[in-house]
């Protein structure tokens, strides 16, 4: 995301170059080749509130992004239940509408601009988490990834901090972590470009490549652009306006993309890495105290309620309803259901259900009706499920099942 990159100025401008009745503040970051989407537009030159490159339109179009952003905090705040790419995914837009709005921020209380300063380093690193929960699955983040982010949430926060004192001589621990902070950020924008084509397979759905490229389009462009465009303001100062406005304009592109994809995931989860599958032959652990009345509950909710037939279900909002933590009830599936994840599970009863109705002599419901009826919010993932499943569309099956043939019978997809 372009907005994430940091710019560090290799020296800070001593106060001498501007009045004292002058407001100015530090650019946030300078990064060698990259110009992030919050430094300012000449070098290491400092921003002053008010400087014409934030007037006009491209102040409008940087409102816009902070409006956007917020609005992208709100919509994913007011979800009931949440994935952890949105929960993440609204910390970066809260991130980014406070880093955003640094510029504005000269006149400001030294607090509040601290406070700018901590909230908004959660920008190319959290970013970087919310690509690995996308394109890896729930399970994409894990404890040592969010204190690799929040590490560079530090070194961020320590910068910017710094940064407002810029009349100060560097120190070597600054310069050190000025160097650090270099070679993490630019490292985590590598990361999250790359995240998509990690475990690439031929066997995934066209829609699952045509998301992965157009994250790759759309996140390398914008990081493209507003670097190009940075280094041309770097050398033509008239050009600091479009810089501030392409800036602008590529975080909410992003923003905006990212709403879309993780709606996609909503319906379409995201394939294992074939590293990552267990194999179909792993042994079910032991069943612990308390599991047996879990299996009975599971199965009545699944088997007699036909919870699966609901499409937005979640293992979250499944596990108040059985009274026990979501880890435990994701803990349950896997290791003594043998299912590889919660939506596996679903998508069982889901399939046979489908195949009942599909097999039914006086059928004359359509597969979109099929689809619905099964728990599936769109006929993609149901044909994609169901060719998984049972090896054939379900027109296929339909036809073959009103013939006769032993082979539609259902059959359970193994665990891997």
């Known amino acids: 995301m372009p907005v994430l990159a940091p710019r560090i100025p290799p020296f800070r401008e001593s106060a001498s170059r501007f009045g004292p009745s002058e407001t100015v503040v530090q650019a946030q970051f300078n990064c060698g080749w990259w110009r992030s989407i919050l430094d300012c537009p000449i070098s290491s030159r400092r921003w002053r509130l008010g400087d014409a490159s934030m007037d006009g339109w491209p102040g409008m179009m940087t409102a816009l992004a902070v409006t956007i952003a917020l609005l992208s905090l709100l919509a994913l705040i007011r979800q009931k239940t949440k994935r952890n790419s949105e929960v993440l995914f609204a910390v970066v837009s809260g991130s980014l509408a406070l880093s955003l709005m640094s510029p504005w921020m000269g006149n400001a209380p030294e607090w509040m601009k601290w406070a700018i300063a901590v909230g908004g380093s959660a920008t190319c690193n959290g970013f970087w988490l919310v690509s690995r929960a996308l394109f890896r699955g729930e399970q994409g983040v894990r404890l040592q990834h969010v204190l690799l982010a929040a590490g560079v949430a530090i070194l961020i926060a320590i910068h910017r901090g710094t940064a407002m004192h810029g009349d100060v001589s560097p120190s070597v621990l600054t310069v050190a972590i000025d160097a650090l902070l270099v070679l993490t950020s630019t490292s985590l924008l590598a ?203 379900p027109s296929e099956y339909r036809a073959a099942s009103l013939k006769g043939a032993p082979e539609t019978e259902y059959r359970e997809l193994p665990a891997s």
């Open 191 to 393: 990361m999250s470009f790359i995240e998509p084509l990690l475990g690439w397979s031929s066997k995934w759905s066209p829609d699952e490549r045509r998301l992965r490229l157009l994250f790759m389009a759309v996140y390398g462009g914008s990081v493209l652009s507003t670097s190009l465009l940075g280094e041309l303001a770097h050398a033509f100062p008239a050009m600091a306006p479009w810089r501030a406005g392409a800036v602008a304009l590529c975080a909410s592109v992003m923003i905006v993309f990212t709403h879309l994809a993780i709606r996609h995931r909503r319906q379409n989860p995201a394939p294992f890495d074939s590293s990552e599958r267990r194999d179909s032959t792993r042994q079910v652990a032991a069943p612990c105290e308390g599991d047996t009345q879990l299996a009975a509950q599971l199965r009545h909710h699944l088997e007699v309620l036909q919870v699966y037939r609901e499409p937005e279900l979640r293992v979250a909002e499944l596990a108040a309803r059985l009274e026990v933590p979501e880890y435990r009830l994701s803990k349950f599936i896997t290791r003594q259901q043998g299912k590889r994840n919660f939506n596996q599970l679903l998508n069982q009863y889901r399939i046979a259900h489908a195949c009942k109705l599909l097999a039914m002599p006086s059928g004359t419901e359509s597969i979109l009706r099929v689809s619905s009826e099964s728990g599936f919010a769109s006929l993609g993932p149901f044909n994609r499920a169901f060719k998984s499943i049972m090896g054939c569309t």
